[in-house]
């Protein structure tokens, strides 16, 4: 072995660069986190070639002293931390004073800056030193060209220019995104491709994620004591292959966290399904002496003191706001509207809920809560729920059939008569948003989708996807105590294969625990005693089949742990009613009424949408009214 000795400066530079300087990216990262912690107000960044010919980053920041210009570009040198308690506390994006000595020591770099007060600008060589008087209004301007001219076999590894320039331009998006308060401008090869004015948080994110993500997006705000989570999380119709639109800042800070990642992945879990992923732009502030950031080279991993804490509040913090019905959350943000249908000549009293109008024809009114309660047990009888003893008394429901008989085509007025019908103008019933946000049905269309009217126009409900949401919502509740359950008069008796008959000898405990009483009633048969009591009248042979499909995969143990919920989605999916069963008004009305009281209603447990909204202003585009 030969002697130890002292590698010299440049190598040591360059040995820091490998852990620094990955690519052109890198280089940007970290000249735009030095514009960023000068204060600057706005950002000019210009590549060539990806990046690799060129990276030209200006800014109106503060500044670098002449005197201090020299002492910039050596290793270990920076105004942003001074000793221990700093560094347990840091505020700034950047703070170990290597970046600039790195990248100067495998590139052509130059400084220019004129510090704050100073009369004059000056400009240092990277590779020279030597400092000259230049031309600068105020701020610096950081030029870096011919990334590893000096080292070619790193440059070796470079891939090709539209390659490096996408790695560039997501690492502006970044700092873009974390800092709407900064004018941001990025050229490549001479033409602009974002120019980013000072605004606020939503309309930079539009800016750069795209007006369809904002829009299928919740914004979410919530604080607990030191720790603030703000941002947008997107709907599950806005899923992605991939993870190219996950944003997490801490501290204004864009790391790749697994306790973060973590917490959004189990948020999600109720909502997304298979192999796609989530948008986001999430934003977590707290006391940085909280968060140890001294932990990557690149300073994209962090290390949190109060780990566990952080991941209940981030877990917590997005599952309150995905849970949120998009109903219920437009009912809140906007006033209540007038219905835009006409009213039927018997409107609600007031104090009653307007009743459902349409269907074929005018239904009969609903009146007064005798009805609506009528209504409601009659959607719970069908959907197989613990049933009321009073709930025979009740009168029932007319069908829709007889709405339809009711029907008689509307009388247009002779003409003479018209001028005066128009004079007298419509009385038009008060939709509340804030008690029925998705409005109240009009008709089922091919026995699979639910039409309702709300104060906004048309709401449009997959009745299946919507029934398996409230199925699957209500079965976790009702799981977490003592399950009802409902013993079947006949007992259900089917075929099973050999292994379904061990399982369901092996899983006899969890299966009772969740409300089944299954015994064998041959030597290839099951019996079915009893059922919860929400799954009623579910299928009783395909739900279990299904299920001892799935208990057969996993340990009995696992299944109740791990794997609890995607068990009772699967009760859930089989439990809900099926497309082309016939609904009546009141059944239909009962199960828009559950939707908004459900948690997670606006998707099924598949992550597929159960309802979309029209609103008037759709429709009058689509009928060319008033163009």
């Known amino acids: 072995m030969p002697s130890i000795h002292l590698l010299s400066d440049l190598l040591i530079n360059q040995i820091a660069a490998g852990e620094v300087v990955e690519r052109p990216a890198s280089v940007l990262k970290e000249v735009l986190e030095n514009a960023v912690d000068a204060g600057s107000r706005a950002i000019d ?52 004073g290597e970046a600039l000595a790195a990248i100067a020591a495998v590139a052509r770099t130059t400084l220019t800056s004129r510090a704050e007060g100073s009369a004059h600008a000056w400009r240092i060589d990277g590779t020279e030193r030597s400092v000259a008087p230049a031309a600068l209004g105020a701020g610096t301007v950081v030029d870096v060209a011919d990334l590893y001219y000096n080292t070619p076999a790193r440059r070796k590894f470079l891939k090709s220019e539209g390659t490096e320039y996408a790695h560039c331009d997501e690492m502006f998006r970044r700092v873009a995104l974390a800092r709407p308060d900064i004018g941001l401008q990025l050229a490549h090869n ?65 790391v790749r966290d697994k306790l973060l990642t973590h917490a959004v992945r189990q948020a999600y ?97 609903v009146q007064g809560r005798l009805a609506m309660e009528s209504a409601s047990r009659s959607y719970f009888d069908f959907v197989g729920t613990a049933r009321d003893p009073a709930a025979a008394a009740m009168p029932a429901p007319p069908p829709m059939a007889a709405a339809a008989q009711d029907f008689r085509p509307t009388a247009f007025p002779p003409a003479a008569g018209r001028a005066a019908a128009a004079a007298t103008p419509t009385a038009l019933p008060q939709h509340a948003d804030d008690s029925a946000p998705l409005g109240y049905a009009l008709a089922q269309l091919h026995g699979i989708y639910i039409l309702a009217q709300n104060a906004k126009g048309l709401v449009l409900v997959d009745m299946h996807a919507a029934h398996e949401r409230i199925l699957y919502e209500k079965l976790k509740t009702v799981l977490d105590g003592t399950p009802s359950v409902q ?64 208990l057969r995969e996993y340990p009995a143990s696992e299944v109740v ?17 099926r497309a082309h069963r016939s609904l009546t008004l009141p059944e239909m009305n009962a199960l828009l009424r559950d939707m908004e009281a459900t948690e997670r209603a606006d998707q099924c447990n598949h992550g597929r949408p159960t309802w979309a909204q029209l609103t008037m202003g759709d429709l009058d585009r689509f009928f060319m009214r008033g163009q």
Do not use: W
């Open 269 to 365: 879990a109720d909502i997304l399904h298979g192999a796609r992923h989530p948008a986001y732009v999430l934003f977590l502030e707290l006391d940085p002496a909280g968060v140890d950031v001294n932990v990557h080279p690149a300073k994209i991993e962090v290390r949190f003191r109060e780990s566990r804490a952080i991941h209940q509040f981030v877990f917590h913090a997005l599952s309150r706001t995905l849970a949120e019905s998009g109903a219920n959350l437009a009912a809140r943000d906007e006033p209540a509207a007038v219905a835009t249908a006409t009213a039927p000549a018997d409107a609600p009293v007031q104090g009653e809920r307007p009743r459902p109008f349409g269907g074929y024809g005018n239904a009969p009114p």
């Open 561 to 577: 742990t791990a794997r609890r919920n995607e068990l009772l989605a699967t009760m859930a999916c089989h439990g809900a009613v």
């Open 487 to 550: 013993r079947l008069l006949i007992p259900a008796v089917f075929s099973v294969s050999a292994k379904d008959m061990a399982a369901a000898e092996e899983c006899a405990e969890v299966l009772a625990g969740m409300g089944f009483e299954v015994a064998p009633a041959g030597p290839q048969e099951l019996a079915v005693r009893s059922v919860p009591a929400l799954l009623a009248n579910a299928p009783v042979a395909e739900l279990m089949r299904k299920l001892l499909e799935e």
């Open 190 to 254: 001479g033409r602009v491709v974002h120019r980013l004015p000072v605004t606020d948080q939503a309309r930079r994110v539009a800016a750069l994620m795209g007006d369809d993500f904002l829009a299928q997006a919740r914004a979410l705000d919530a604080d607990a004591g030191p720790l603030r989570l703000s941002g947008f999380a997107s709907l599950p119709a806005y899923s992605r292959a991939s993870r190219d639109a996950q944003y997490f800042f801490v501290n204004g800070r864009f």
């Open 45 to 96: 960044v210009q590549l060539e070639h990806g990046g690799v010919r060129r990276i030209r980053v200006t800014d109106d920041g503060c500044g670098i002293a002449r005197d201090e210009l020299a002492l910039a570009l050596e290793r270990h040198a920076t105004s942003k931390i001074a000793n221990l308690d700093d560094l347990e506390r840091v505020g700034t994006m950047g703070f170990r």
